[in-house]
């Protein structure tokens, strides 16, 4: 993590929270309930469907560590443990707890997603002797989806922004983003919500409050209830909505899984023992032949490690791998015994004329630093005729099934015309889940159907989607091919802009500066990019005035 002033770390702190930014989220892992959408509290963060097949079974193996507690299963363990008070009579707690006691399918599709995570967490709380309540938390953010992306931008199972998860030391790169990774996120989730515990008196729920409103947020309605002397704990706040049924949300959790029989929900076992081992993997290597050596399919290895975006870990680290821990000991001695140079798969690119690093990297879905490393490049300028070194993939690209990539496109089926697609409508599906998925809003997918943004959508049904797409078809790459401008070096490209960018990523991606993007598109400063919008990137020799 950088070094920040204090005055800076201030800043950041009192205005970022985990979930949002100075504004709340409309998209709580448990939609908020109104008299005439109740329905849509059904719904979960199906943004990415992982089927059960993509959680190998390690919880019965030979090689699991012994229990560390006399539960056999960690829902029990973790109702063994709970600490937080929860007074179920509260009239919005109440109301979320209606809701879980009638969805037992909801806690079955969170049971399978939590499987591979839900004991390490249990296990890091413990540790910092934490409430166990705690592990329940990304069941309200993310309903345990690895690969759950809000509208706000939030990533990951403890749904981290962008600017909070770079204070906790989350590295977000081309290759790699830390918010996804379940190790490093859980640290930087725990250290978050501790900092906060401290902050707020020790009040666990004024902390669980911050946590998804921001701090700032808190701290004004406290000082508000203060000044007005009225009581300051959390039922008392004025807080925006969605945190007033954050916070019952997880209260109503718990007392299920305090007593599951007393509401007649089945919850589906978690062995209570490890299931993964991190393995150190030393340098980077290709998700595909990472998956051949410990014997898992590219969807559970992917589901066990969602922080890499791409089709190979970071060349930077972290050089590590989370395996199951019946496969590990044979991953390691397989890996042990990889040459080095089968690792990545290496091609040589010969230069053209007109070519650039952002190009070039754009096609062989590689990034303009890592180019610039493996070939000991010191700046973006390049010479026709000479060749570069470049590291490829090992499969074709359609075998990185859950790649950054490939989930932009899951579920869609294309149309004649190249751009437009038919999603057929899946059980559980709703148009805020499918439009966050696609990063496209309510609104616009009702215009295009012709149907209310508050319709009941049918099994089967067809819905029409248009997806900015690439035109390179081999790459994967969302972008207009470069077209030379007249009477210059300089290749212009029309880039499309993809759920999860930022300027300084697409800079990173092209070889270009932020202010140069912010130029060529005449960005006010404070201006966010969307998913959809086009942006101008111009490589080579800038035109006149750029």
């Not at 504004?23 to 892992?29: I, K, L, T, Y």
């Not at 007249?486 to 697409?506: E, F, P």
Request: overall charge positive; glycine content about 6%.
């Amino acid at each position: 993590m950088q070094k920040l002033s204090v005055a800076i770390l201030f800043v950041h702190f009192f205005s970022l929270s985990a979930c949002n930014l100075a504004a709340p989220r409309d998209d709580a892992g448990i939609p908020r309930q109104t008299s005439t959408t109740e329905v849509s509290e059904a719904q979960d963060l199906n943004i990415v469907e992982i089927s059960e097949k993509s959680y190998p079974n390690s919880g019965t193996s030979e090689a699991s560590e012994p229990l560390t507690t006399q539960e056999t299963d960690v829902w029990k363990r973790i109702g063994s443990g709970l600490t937080l008070t929860r007074d179920i009579s509260e009239k919005t707690t109440a109301s979320k707890l209606a809701w879980f006691t009638r969805n037992q399918a909801y806690l079955d599709r969170v049971s399978t997603r939590a499987e591979p995570y839900l004991y390490y967490i249990v296990e890091e709380l413990e540790k910092r002797n934490m409430p166990l309540d705690l592990a329940l938390l990304p069941i309200v953010e993310s309903a345990y989806n690895p690969f759950a992306y809000s509208r706000s931008r939030a990533s990951g199972i403890w749904q981290f922004i962008p600017g909070t998860g770079r204070i906790y030391g989350l590295r977000q790169n081309w290759w790699y983003d830390g918010r996804r990774d379940i190790v490093a996120a859980t640290n930087a989730a725990l250290n978050y919500l501790q900092k906060l515990h401290q902050e707020f008196d020790e009040d666990w729920l004024l902390a669980l409050a911050a946590y998804n409103s921001g701090e700032g947020n808190v701290g004004k309605a406290i000082r508000r209830n203060k000044k007005a002397g009225k009581p300051t704990d959390f039922f008392s706040l004025k807080l925006p909505g969605e945190t007033r049924a954050y916070v019952p949300s997880l209260l109503a959790i718990a007392e299920i899984i305090s007593n599951p029989g007393k509401y007649k929900i089945a919850l589906k076992p978690i062995t209570n023992t490890r299931y993964f081992e991190i393995v150190d993997v030393d340098s980077q290597i290709d998700l595909a032949t990472a998956a051949e050596l410990s014997e898992l399919s590219i969807e559970e290895l992917y589901t066990l490690n969602p922080g890499f975006n791409r089709w190979a870990t970071d060349p930077n680290g972290p050089h590590r791998l989370l395996i199951p821990v019946d496969k590990a000991a044979a991953f390691e001695n397989q890996l042990a015994t990889l040459a080095s140079d089968k690792r990545i798969k290496w091609q040589q690119h010969k230069i053209k004329k007109g070519e650039s690093l952002g190009l070039i990297a754009a096609h062989y879905r590689t990034d303009v630093s890592t180019l610039k490393q493996v070939n000991h490049l010191r700046s973006n300028t390049i010479r026709a005729g000479h060749s570069l070194l470049i590291p490829t993939a090992q499969k074709p690209l359609k075998h990185y099934s859950l790649s950054l990539d490939s989930r932009r496109y899951r579920g869609l089926k294309r149309s004649g015309d190249g751009q437009r697609y038919v999603y057929t409508i899946k059980r559980g599906d709703n148009l805020w889940d499918i439009g966050r998925h696609y990063g496209i809003s309510v609104k616009q997918l009702s215009a295009w159907n012709g149907i209310s943004s508050k319709s009941i959508l049918r099994l089967g049904q067809k819905l029409e989607i248009w997806v900015a797409e690439e035109t390179d078809k081999t790459t994967k790459v969302v972008h207009v091919v470069s077209s030379k401008t007249s009477g210059s070096n300089t290749q212009h490209v029309s880039y499309t802009v993809l759920d999860g960018d930022s300027l300084w990523l697409i800079s990173q991606r092209f070889g270009v500066s932020v202010k140069q993007i912010k130029k060529w598109n005449s960005l006010a400063k404070t201006r966010y990019i969307k998913p959809g919008q086009l942006l101008d990137i111009y490589l080579g020799m800038p035109p006149k005035g750029a």
